[in-house]
């Protein structure tokens, strides 16, 4: 397997010791915290999303290139489904520290980047937060054995081929086409995923400077001296 860019990898060994540090700290927080302010302590969640609020600005991605089949799913640019369990992704990234490809498991290997299994949140939550009323959800989903229907939000037409594995080895960060995620209490569409967006990047060329200022990073001279990165544009290469 090639080797995951620097951005992406984050080892998992701190993301647990993060996770279990967080974990003591809610445990202490009684005997801790003021006895006035106890009960309006800030969990983890709560202080995550008020950071992330308003960091993730949506895409400028207008053009609509070739086509006006922008609308697969209803909604294009902006939109954002109200999901099965509110699940916050800045506690998840930006304090956990938990790489994308955690629960996007297959984002390297496979067309589709995969979702995470009940099995993969049963292992934290069962000690972490179960006390709260989405976080129960995941239980009650795991005894069903019946996965959580989370509600797609990206979309291309089934006639369009969108390889994930070729543009996340190819060093694109997924902040490029989904913007910070990281940074979004409810995920949105960044990007209007239009055949002229996708035709734009591949003549242009990716920049891998601006795909780490898109992720929050300054680019390093690595980044800045890379050349673009273009790709094919031929009708084959998207529809078979
Ligand atoms: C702890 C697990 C976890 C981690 C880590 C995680 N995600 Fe997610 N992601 C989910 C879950 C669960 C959903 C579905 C619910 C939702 O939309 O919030 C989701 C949804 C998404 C979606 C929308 C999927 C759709 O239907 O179109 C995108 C895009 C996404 N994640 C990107 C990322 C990126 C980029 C990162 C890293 C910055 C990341 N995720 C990290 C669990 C995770
Ligand atoms: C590495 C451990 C870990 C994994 C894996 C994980 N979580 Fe979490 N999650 C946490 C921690 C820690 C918090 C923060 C709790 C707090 O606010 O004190 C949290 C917070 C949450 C919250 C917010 C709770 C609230 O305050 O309302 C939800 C919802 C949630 N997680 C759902 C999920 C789902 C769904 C998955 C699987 C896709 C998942 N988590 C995977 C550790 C994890
Ligand atoms: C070049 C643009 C691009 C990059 C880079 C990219 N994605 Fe996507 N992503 C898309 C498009 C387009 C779709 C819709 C694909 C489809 O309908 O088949 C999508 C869909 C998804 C979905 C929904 C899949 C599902 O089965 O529900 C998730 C989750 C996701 N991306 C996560 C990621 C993560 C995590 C990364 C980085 C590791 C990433 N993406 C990198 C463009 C991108
Ligand atoms: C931000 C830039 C960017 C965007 C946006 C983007 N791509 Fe790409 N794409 C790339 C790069 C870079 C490669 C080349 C990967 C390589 O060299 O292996 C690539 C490769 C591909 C390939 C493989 C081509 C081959 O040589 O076989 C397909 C198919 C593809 N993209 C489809 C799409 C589709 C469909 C969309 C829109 C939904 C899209 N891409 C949006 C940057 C992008
Ligand atoms: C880099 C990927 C890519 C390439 C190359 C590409 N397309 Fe597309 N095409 C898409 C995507 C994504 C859509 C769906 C979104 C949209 O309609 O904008 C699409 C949609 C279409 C549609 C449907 C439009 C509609 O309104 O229903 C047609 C027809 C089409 N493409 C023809 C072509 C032809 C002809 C070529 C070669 C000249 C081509 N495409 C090259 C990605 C691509």
Redesign the pocket.
């Known amino acids: 397997m090639t080797r995951p860019p620097r951005w992406v990898v984050i080892p998992a060994v701190a993301?647990?010791a993060?996770?279990a540090s967080?974990?003591t700290?809610?445990a202490r927080a009684p005997q801790g915290a003021a006895p006035a302010a106890a009960g309006a302590a800030e969990?983890?969640?709560?202080?995550?999303t008020r950071e992330a609020s308003g960091k993730a600005p949506r895409g400028p991605w207008a053009y609509s290139g070739a086509s006006g089949y922008t609308n697969y799913l209803g909604g294009g640019v902006g939109r954002s489904p109200e999901q099965p369990?509110?699940?916050?992704h800045p506690?998840?990234v930006n304090?956990?520290k938990?790489n994308c490809v955690?629960?996007h498991f297959a984002a390297f290997k496979s067309p589709d980047p995969g979702?995470?299994a009940?099995g993969?949140?049963?292992?934290?939550?069962q000690l972490?937060?179960g006390d709260?009323?989405?976080?129960k959800?995941?239980a009650q989903f795991a005894a069903k054995k019946a996965p959580?229907p989370w509600v797609r939000v990206h979309k291309v037409p089934e006639y369009v081929h969108f390889p994930h594995m070729r543009h996340v080895n190819a060093g694109v960060t997924c902040q490029s086409c989904h913007g910070q995620v990281n940074n979004m209490p409810q995920v949105f569409q960044y990007a209007s995923l239009n055949m002229g967006w996708c035709i734009s990047c591949h003549v242009k060329g990716y920049s891998p400077a601006d795909g780490m200022r898109a992720a929050g990073f300054t680019p390093d001279s690595a980044a800045l001296a890379a050349p673009r990165r273009k790709a094919r544009y031929d009708c084959s290469s998207c529809h078979y």
């Open positions: 993301a647990i993060l996770a967080i974990i700290a809610s969990t983890a969640t709560q202080k995550a369990i509110a699940f916050p506690v998840h304090t956990l938990l955690y629960c979702m995470p009940v993969t949140c049963v292992g934290c939550h972490v937060a709260r009323p989405e976080v959800k995941i959580i």
